[in-house]
């Protein structure tokens, strides 16, 4: 299901024939490095994963988009909100792969999941960064996001930066 589009780019709803997309894109060394290992580490997994986004889904209304080159059809990356229980608002989170790199995807697709969450209504979103990730930090305060406090969130992860911004 088409969620939103920009000039460049469709945010739709992940379905399962996204698994070997997603399944490359969690792989990814920067991916890794910067965000985590998620535990899609088989193609099974990946399609373990999308079964929990489609869950998402039904339980919140949103949840992470596939972000595809309106053009070509070609998945890029991800963006989307994730609502944490931990947090008292969603989040929003993205990854583009390493292939699609530098031609703005990422901003443009956080725009654009920026507008979606004020036609959800929603108050206010947070973004959780890794501290040594330069792109994005810069990427979330180029978006209006304001720092609050450098945090470990959970137990087993280790200390992020969280912003927020009101909507």
Do not use: C
Not at 67 to 96: H, M, Q, S
Request: hydrophobic share 45%; net charge negative; proline share 3%.
């Amino acid at each position: 299901m088409l969620v939103t589009q920009t000039n460049r780019l469709q945010l739709r709803h992940i379905v399962p024939s996204d698994a070997d997309f997603l399944f490359d894109l969690y792989n990814q060394p920067a991916f890794i490095e910067h965000i985590g290992d998620r535990g899609v580490s088989s193609l099974a997994k990946a399609h373990q994963f999308v079964e929990g986004v489609l869950a998402n889904y039904e339980k919140h209304g949103f949840w992470l988009y596939l972000v595809e080159d309106r053009l070509t059809g070609e998945a890029v990356g991800i963006n989307g909100l994730i609502k944490r229980d931990y947090l008292d608002a969603p989040d929003i989170g993205f990854a583009i792969s390493q292939t699609h790199w530098s031609k703005g995807y990422a901003y443009e697709s956080s725009l654009a999941v920026l507008e979606h969450a004020r036609h959800l209504k929603l108050e206010k979103l947070f973004a959780i960064i890794s501290p040594t990730n330069v792109a994005s930090t810069k990427l979330i305060e180029k978006l209006g996001f304001d720092f609050v406090k450098q945090e470990q969130l959970t137990p087993e992860e280790q200390a992020v930066n969280l912003y927020r911004i009101i909507l």
